[in-house]
């Protein structure tokens, strides 16, 4: 999965240690020692920020690139990918600003996802709304 995310450092930081902080602290970093860690490599599962880019006429803003390997998510599971994703990711003090700019999912993962149990029709008749947006 690909994400680019727009990024405002706090002054001082870096873009490509903040880049680094999304990747890690929205895959497997965390604040604390978590003692699972020593169980399995980590390098497998973790967010890597590949690509950082200047924003053009935007002063200290930057688009982050990160990408995450498929077995960091639960097949099936939208709430699951965001959760990782943007979950946690927002409020880090290296940070200014934070903004999910685009995400790319691969065909191969969209596919695991169930969809709705019915369609929008039965979403009209419960809710007698023809003709327009719900």
Known sequence: ILAAFRVTPQP??????????VAAE??????????????????????RCYHIEAVVGEDNQYIAYVAYPL?????????????SIVGNVFGFKALRALRLEDL???TSYSKTFQGPPHGIQVERDKLNKYGRPL
């Open 104 to 106: 790319r999912i691969p």
């Open 71 to 83: 077995d960091l998510f639960e097949e099936g599971s939208v709430t699951n990918m965001f959760t």
């Open 12 to 21: 001082g930081v870096p873009p490509e240690e903040a880049g680094a902080a």
């Open 26 to 47: 929205s895959s497997t970093g965390t604040w604390t020692t978590v003692w699972t860690d020593g169980l399995t490599s980590l390098d497998r599962y973790k967010g």
